[in-house]
């Protein structure tokens, strides 16, 4: 199952499992759970959902893994010729990085990520 969620202006399409970078929260800590309500539209392979404009009831679940991650750094640089002018100045974003968990849409069924477990190799006869 997807899902397209909306957070500060920007949509992601997300399946359970995902990780992504999102813009910094800084109210966040690591190991913190996140919420998504604004669900555009969600599906499977055979059925799918669109909200007009999003889906109510709907709820994406997200574990931060990362509270602050930085970007790279973007150079920005002025130069006005013959003039004598330079103007240099630059800029690292700041994101939070998530894993999503879970998606709830009314209608279908709950798909949570798969859990990591050890396997252990079968002995031989």
Known sequence: MFAIIEDGGRQYRVQAGDKLQIDY?????????????KILAAGTEKAGKIGQPV???????????EAEVRGRKIEVGKFRRRKGTIRHNGHT?????????GIKVPGFDAVSAPVATASVPAEQS
């Open 55 to 65: 889906i109510a009831g709907a709820v994406v679940e997200a574990t931060v893994l």
């Open 93 to 101: 974003q700041r994101y939070t990085k998530i894993q999503i968990t």
């Open 25 to 37: 929260r800084c109210e966040s800590n690591d190991g913190d759970a996140v919420q998504f309500d």
